[in-house]
């Protein structure tokens, strides 16, 4: 399978930006994503960003994508303490789905 | 509007023992997937469909079987369970190289 790799914990104050990186291995991924899983919950699509764009932007959201260095990223801005969860990015290859091992978020009030 | 349901929501079961994972989406879409996450491994793909009566193993198809007789549904056996099965149980849909939409996961414990 396609490895995709994550930083395993982030914390944040409440207020400043997070960024959460990600780095895959496959080129030809049409589509690469982000999800968000609170406790006790499904992953929640957060945001996408097709392979011929370099950033996406979506009110808070600010995506990302390097494909040169195959490194995706996650900017949260105004970090809120609804936002502490774990975040994952996947890639999609031959319409299998890769996931990151997540990124648990973690905000400082 | 329910999108994608899985039942139970939490199973307690004992070894050995036959367990069946319910998974139902309204939107019918091709594509449904079975996850397990564990603590270390993260998200790994037991089984999926592209249709109905299509079905491939993923990365960690022992000790489990599917079926998916209709478009809608997409269960998941657990012929007979083990302790390594305890694990949180995602059942996902999508359209081909579209979005994965999860449902809410079933906790599975096996004594």
């Known amino acids: 399978g396609e490895d995709v790799e994550q930083s395993l914990f982030l914390s944040v104050r409440e207020g400043d930006s997070s960024v959460i990186n990600c780095t895959y291995t496959?080129?030809?991924?049409?589509?690469l994503y982000w999800y968000k899983q609170e406790p006790g919950a499904g992953l929640q699509l957060l945001t996408y960003?097709?392979?011929?764009?370099d950033m996406k932007q979506d009110q808070r959201l600010t995506v990302l994508l390097n494909k040169k260095d195959k490194h995706l990223s996650l900017r949260i801005a105004d970090t809120q303490t609804g936002d502490s969860a774990i975040y994952f990015c996947?890639?999609?290859?031959?319409?299998?789905?890769?996931f990151g091992t997540g990124t648990s978020l973690t905000v400082i009030p | 509007d329910a999108g994608i349901t899985q039942s139970p929501r939490y199973k307690i079961t004992e070894t050995g023992r036959q367990v069946t994972l319910m998974c139902h989406q309204t939107?019918?879409?091709?594509?449904m997937f079975w996850y397990r996450q564990d603590l270390g491994h993260g998200l790994r793909l037991i089984y999926y469909?592209?249709?109905?009566?299509?079905?491939d193993k993923g990365e960690v198809p022992d000790g489990y079987v599917v079926s998916r007789s209709k478009t809608e549904n997409f269960p998941l056996t657990l012929e007979s369970a083990t302790r390594s099965q305890t694990s949180v149980y995602f059942c996902?849909?999508?359209?081909?190289?579209?979005?994965?939409?999860f449902g809410s996961g079933t906790q599975l414990s096996v004594l």
């Open positions: 996902a849909s999508s359209e081909l190289n579209e979005k994965l939409f």
């Open positions: 960003i097709f392979s011929n764009m």
């Open positions: 996947a890639e999609i290859a031959g319409n299998q789905f890769y």
């Open positions: 469909s592209a249709a109905a009566d299509i079905t």
């Open positions: 496959d080129s030809s991924s049409t589509y």
């Open positions: 939107w019918s879409h091709s594509y």
